[in-house]
């Protein structure tokens, strides 16, 4: 089983799961994996933050930076 949800409320979670972050900074308490390779980069996170791009841009330019790490579902799960 697989869930979704923001870093304090994974402590409701069942005790048998491995907790994975996605994010450039985990919170200091984290306790989980955390796979800052997957997360946007400080520039690209900066300007959707300053609007400086729209949420369609962010996401084109996203899925080039993962592409450019070849970071495919495959190699991610290995």
């Known amino acids: ?3 979704t ?3 304090s409320n994974y402590k409701n979670f069942p005790q048998n799961f491995i907790p994975i ?3 450039r900074y985990p919170p200091k308490n984290w306790k989980g ?3 800052d390779i ?3 980069s400080e520039k690209l996170l900066k300007m959707y ?6 949420e369609y841009i962010f996401k084109k330019r ?4 993962l592409s450019d790490k070849n970071l495919t579902p495959a ?3 290995q």
């Open 1 to 3: 089983m697989i869930y």
């Open 5 to 7: 949800s923001y870093f």
């Open 21 to 23: 972050g996605i994010t």
């Open 33 to 35: 994996i955390n796979l």
């Open 38 to 40: 997957l997360a946007p």
């Open 49 to 54: 933050k300053n609007k400086e791009i729209d």
């Open 62 to 65: 996203y899925f080039k930076e």
């Open 75 to 77: 190699n991610v799960r």
